[in-house]
């Protein structure tokens, strides 16, 4: 069983960066695949980033690309999702997502564990 919390998101710039943070329990978490996803107001939530159980392999959405970057400290059982160059158009609740099978590295597709959620919110 994997619990998943996020943190760090908030009010910022266009230009702007954030730093999310997903801070996991459980004592196998270092072997799951991880990733983020977002949903904006009024649309379906979508896959953002993930990153394999030993941070080898990446996988990015292309709305991200060169902009975001996720990595993990699997000592401090914690996700980290580096944003920069932030954009109105990232505004989004963002979710930290585990991955026991890895298809999240290998499609985006989600595994079974979800965070709450944290707002990000870029204003114009």
């Known amino acids: 069983q994997v619990q998943l919390v996020e943190s760090g998101g908030g009010l910022v710039q266009a230009g702007g960066s954030l730093r999310l943070s997903c801070a996991a329990s459980g004592r196998t978490f270092r072997f799951y695949a991880v990733g983020w996803f977002r949903q904006a107001p009024g649309k379906e939530r979508e896959f953002v980033a993930a990153?394999?159980?030993?941070?080898?392999?990446?996988y990015y959405a292309d709305s991200v690309k060169g902009r975001f970057t996720i990595s993990r400290d699997n000592a401090k059982n914690t996700v980290y999702l580096q944003m920069n160059s932030l954009k109105p158009e990232d505004t989004a609740v963002y979710y930290c997502?585990?991955?026991?099978?890895?298809?999240?590295?290998?499609?985006?597709?989600?595994?079974?564990?979800w965070g709450q959620g944290t707002q990000v919110t870029v204003s114009s």
């Open positions: 997502n585990a991955d026991a099978s890895h298809a999240i590295v290998a499609r985006g597709t989600a595994g079974n564990y």
């Open positions: 990153l394999n159980w030993s941070g080898s392999s990446t």
